[in-house]
């Protein structure tokens, strides 16, 4: 069973406007999360991060929501830029090793 | 230029040839590790080391195997490839410390037949 879990394959957004990436969790072990970018032909590179002890964590145009109680977190891109095309992982890790278990991927798709 | 780089980046091979796919990152770095990603499952992690000769096991390690002999190599070891073990590959290595942030490699590509 997927420990991590993100239930929309892919998501259109118009360019300027919001997007928002949704990550859910089933093990209340994990205290680190995190969000890879992947573009194809290359490996994921580190997009941004939030530790359990906060509930938002802000860099620039990327803000990441967590809502412990829910198990649940989000990604929220602010404006959406045609750049961000691409696949958007979400992972998580807990506090006593470590290893990294990631969901499956949202991809998404920013329209001119 | 900072990098982690895979070798091959393709490989096609039969059921039971063993293979090894290398990793190497010139950044220094004590964290490594090995991922499979696949269709809906996203990326696994197979094994990962924390320094050299520390290695431990992460999601996936049945059918492989790693060394870390030397801090900027991690090799990714299939003794005998089944197709189930077709896949992307993808290495990655951070600083200690910091393995959320690990730079991953560009990947391979493998396919057992």
């Known amino acids: 069973d997927q420990q991590v879990k993100q239930n929309s394959p892919s998501l259109s957004v118009q360019e300027g406007r919001i997007s928002i990436l949704n990550c859910d969790y089933t093990?209340?072990?994990?205290?680190?999360f995190l969000w890879y970018k992947k573009y194809p032909a290359e490996g994921p590179t580190f997009l941004i991060s939030i530790s359990s002890i906060k509930d938002k964590n802000e860099d620039g145009r990327f803000t990441v929501f967590l809502n412990k109680s829910a198990k649940h977190l989000s990604l929220h891109i602010v404006p959406s830029q045609p750049g961000d095309s691409a696949v958007y992982f979400c992972a998580a890790k807990d506090n006593y090793g470590q290893n990294f278990v990631f969901g499956p991927g949202t991809r998404l798709s920013v329209l001119p | 230029e900072a990098q982690v780089t895979q070798n091959p980046r393709y490989l096609i091979t039969v059921t039971g040839k063993k293979l090894t796919v290398t990793c190497s990152q010139n950044m220094n770095h004590e964290y490594m590790s090995w991922y499979r990603q696949d269709p809906g499952l996203g990326l696994r992690q197979i094994y990962y080391s924390m320094n050299v000769e520390v290695t431990d096991k992460g999601d996936v390690p049945e059918g492989y195997k790693v060394s870390r002999k030397e801090k900027r190599n991690f090799p990714l070891i299939l003794e005998s490839p089944s197709p189930n073990q077709t896949s992307l590959y993808f290495c990655a290595s951070a600083p200690r410390g910091e393995a959320e942030t690990q730079y991953f490699g560009p990947g391979t590509r493998l396919l057992v037949l």
């Open positions: 093990n209340s072990m994990f205290d680190y």
